[in-house]
Nanobody, 129 residues
């Protein structure tokens, strides 16, 4: 049973763009906080952005503000991560995750992977210089 499925990763040159998709089941999407995390080899998992699927409120890490945008499509139960002006340091495995709606409303909660219940398998993003 697939709760969340990421797609859209790939290899791009610095300055390029990608759009990641996170297709969710109804119970991992409706009234949830859906977030994107990333993990580079040998590094800790970092929070990237989250969205409150009901209100569409969005939150993002300072490291990606102005470059990455999170959005959602309620008709498709899908959350997107639009990534522009990609840098080599954005290279990582990107995961989407789903948690309770309160995960989004807590500044400390939404950045913590432990607050998310369901996780996808990840999609690789590689940015070359």
């Amino acid at each position: 049973q697939v709760h969340l499925a990421e797609s859209g990763g790939g290899s791009v040159q610095a300055g390029g763009s990608l759009r990641l998709s996170c297709a969710a089941s109804w119970y991992t999407y409706a009234g949830r906080c859906v977030g994107w995390f990333r993990q580079a080899p040998g590094k800790e998992r970092d929070w990237v952005a989250s969205i409150h699927t009901s209100s569409s409120s969005t939150y993002s890490a300072d490291s990606v503000k102005g470059r990455f945008t999170i959005s959602r499509d309620n008709a498709k139960n899908t959350v997107y991560l639009h990534m522009n002006s990609l840098k080599p340091e954005d290279t990582a495995m990107y995961y989407c995750a789903s948690g309770s709606i309160y995960t989004c409303t807590s500044a400390s909660g939404r950045v913590s992977g432990s607050q998310y219940i369901y996780w996808g398998q990840g999609t690789q993003v590689t940015v070359s210089s």
